[in-house]
T-cell receptor
Framework: DAGVIQSPRHEVTEMGQEVTLRCKPISGHDYLFWYRQTMMRGLELLIYFNNNVPIDDSGMPEDRFSAKMPNASFSTLKIQPSEPRDSAVYFC??????????FGPGTRLTVT | EDQVTQSPEALRLQEGESSSLNCSYTVSGLRGLFWYRQDPGKGPEFLFTLYSAGEEKEKERLKATLTKKESFLHITAPKPEDSATYLCAVQEPNSGYALNFGKGTSLLVTP
C-alpha cells in the first residue's frame, strides 16, 4: 500500500489567496483526520470524518477553513482567504479497524 | 492547561546510553495512549498503542509502558538512527477516535 498521500508537499502563497490541500487515505480506512502542526502549538486536530461524513470540526480555527470528503478516497482542506498565521504543516491521517492512525507526509504551507 | 505533557522537551544521549521519555496525561478517561516517532520533514510514524495500566509493548530498542497517569518510552542502548522527535497522544472516550498530542521530546543520539 502506498500509505496516505498528500499534495502538494509545499505551498507558498500570498495573503488573501485561496489554498486547497488534498489527501488520499489508505484504501479501506473509514476514518480521515486533518491535523495542523506548528512549533508553538504542536500537532492539533482540525476535523475528522467517518465514512465521508464530518464528525467533529471543533478544531477548525474559523470560517476561513473548510473541509470536504466527497468519496472514500479523497478529501480536501481549503483556506479562503489565507493569512500569514495559517503558515504551518498540515497533515492528513487515516484509521482502519485497528485503531492506528497513519499519517501522510504533510503539506508545508507558507503564507506571505 | 495542557492535557498531555511530555518531558523532557529535548534529550541528548550518547550511543548506548539508555534513558526514558515521559508522557503524563490529565484526561478524565483513557481509551488509548499512542506513541509516534517523527523525523524532520516527515509525518508521524506509528509506534505503539497502550490501553490499560500495566500494559507494555516493545519494538527493537523501544519499550512503552503505561500507568494510570503516565506512560514511559524506554530506549535501551540507543543508536544515532533513533534520533527523532517522539510524540505521545491520548484518545478519550468522548472524542471519537481523535488524538490529543503532547508537544514531543526531541531526542538526539550522538556516536
Amino acid at each position: 500500500d502506498a500509505g496516505v498521500i498528500q499534495s502538494p508537499r509545499h505551498e507558498v502563497t500570498e495573503m488573501g489567496q485561496e489554498v486547497t490541500l488534498r489527501c488520499k487515505p489508505i484504501s479501506g480506512h473509514d476514518y480521515l483526520f486533518w491535523y495542523r502542526q506548528t512549533m508553538m502549538r504542536g500537532l492539533e486536530l482540525l476535523i475528522y470524518f467517518n465514512n465521508n461524513v464530518p464528525i467533529d470540526d471543533s478544531g477548525m480555527p474559523e470560517d476561513r477553513f473548510s473541509a470536504k470528503m466527497p468519496n472514500a478516497s479523497f478529501s480536501t482542506l481549503k483556506i479562503q482567504p489565507s493569512e500569514p498565521r495559517d503558515s504551518a504543516v498540515y497533515f492528513c491521517a487515516s484509521r482502519g479497524g485497528k485503531n492506528e492512525q497513519y499519517f501522510g507526509p504533510g503539506t508545508r504551507l507558507t503564507v506571505t | 492547561e495542557d492535557q498531555v505533557t511530555q518531558s523532557p522537551e529535548a534529550l541528548r544521549l550518547q550511543e548506548g546510553e539508555s534513558s526514558s521519555l515521559n508522557c503524563s496525561y490529565t484526561v478524565s478517561g483513557l481509551r488509548g495512549l499512542f506513541w509516534y516517532r517523527q523525523d524532520p520533514g516527515k509525518g508521524p510514524e506509528f509506534l505503539f498503542t497502550l490501553y490499560s495500566a500495566g500494559e507494555e509493548k516493545e519494538k527493537e530498542r523501544l519499550k512503552a509502558t503505561l500507568t494510570k497517569k503516565e506512560s514511559f518510552l524506554h530506549i535501551t542502548a540507543p543508536k544515532p538512527e533513533d534520533s527523532a522527535t517522539y510524540l505521545c497522544a491520548v484518545q478519550e472516550p468522548n472524542s471519537g477516535y481523535a488524538l490529543n498530542f503532547g508537544k514531543g521530546t526531541s531526542l538526539l543520539v550522538t556516536p
